[in-house]
């Protein structure tokens, strides 16, 4: 039986009856956003996986990129060809509502529309490989940032995943089992309650049945009587 206390009445039955429509809708609706947002963070994982590899083998390019360009360059000329950036970078974050999820969107706009403006050092002095490292670098940023926003959503959607879940756990498991033990005893209890009024009817009934049999075998005995009497004058 449940272990909340309930009051065996008309009204609360038709009030838990209520509780539990609603609970076993809610419990149908979550279920279904938990698959869904199943599906989609899978999709996300799998897009996650193939961001990295990606990120990750571009980073090693650039880092063999730099590599090369240090072998061929002091490290000074290297220092103070890379001091100052020439490009910069603005960011700007936006939203987007997956399964009530709000994933964050990431936007870069370059201060020059020249994506390849990104050289802050005269050719003359410099090798090409570090030309080559830095146009790598400014490749992969984009990926990198995508990248970001990629595990972001992952990880918002495994939250929101898991919230849902135990949402869904404590209707299954908790509010819809208590709510139907305690609609099946109020039930138990209102019937108990209607067999004991009809029983008392019953015996009332009888009882009332039996008082105007009494009543009417006293009126018979004396009418009887009376009627013996008046016979016994006349003779």
């Known amino acids: 039986m449940a272990n909340t206390v309930v009051n065996p009445t008309r009204m609360e039955l038709?009030?838990?009856?209520?509780?539990?429509?609603?609970?076993?809708?809610?419990?149908?609706?979550?279920?279904?956003?938990?698959?869904?947002?199943m599906k989609q963070f899978l999709d996300t994982v799998r897009e996650l996986r193939?961001?990295?590899?990606?990120?990750?083998?571009?980073?090693?390019?650039?880092?063999?990129?730099?590599?090369?360009?240090?072998?061929?360059?002091?490290?000074q000329a290297m220092e103070q060809a890379l001091m100052y950036p020439k490009q910069s970078v603005e960011l700007t974050m936006t939203f987007k509502n997956v399964m009530s999820?709000?994933?964050?969107?990431?936007?870069?706009?370059?201060?020059?529309?020249?994506?390849?403006?990104?050289?802050?050092?005269?050719?003359?002095?410099?090798?090409?490989?570090?030309?080559?490292?830095?146009?790598?670098l400014g490749e992969v940023f984009q990926n990198m940032l995508k990248l970001a926003q990629t595990e972001?959503?992952?990880?918002?959607?495994?939250?929101?995943?898991?919230?849902?879940?135990?949402?869904?756990?404590?209707?299954?498991?908790?509010?819809i089992?208590?709510?139907?033990?305690?609609?099946?005893?109020?039930?138990?209890?209102l019937d108990e309650n209607d067999r004991s009024t009809t029983t008392r009817l019953m015996k009332v009934k009888d009882m009332l049945l039996e008082q105007a049999l009494e009543q009417r075998r006293a009126a018979d005995a004396k009418a009887i009587q009376a009627f013996g009497g008046s016979g016994q004058a006349q003779v």
């Open 50 to 75: 193939a961001l990295r590899a990606q990120v990750e083998r571009d980073l090693l390019r650039v880092h063999g990129s730099f590599t090369v360009a240090s072998a061929l360059m002091s490290a």
């Open 101 to 136: 999820v709000n994933v964050p969107e990431y936007h870069y706009q370059t201060r020059t529309e020249d994506t390849g403006d990104i050289f802050p050092y005269g050719f003359a002095a410099t090798s090409g490989e570090l030309d080559g490292a830095v146009a790598a």
């Open 152 to 175: 972001k959503a992952a990880q918002l959607m495994a939250e929101e995943i898991e919230k849902t879940r135990r949402r869904v756990n404590a209707l299954e498991y908790v509010v």
């Open 177 to 189: 089992p208590n709510t139907q033990e305690n609609i099946r005893y109020i039930t138990m209890k």
């Open 14 to 37: 038709t009030r838990l009856k209520g509780k539990l429509k609603t609970a076993q809708r809610g419990h149908k609706l979550l279920k279904d956003k938990r698959d869904e947002l």
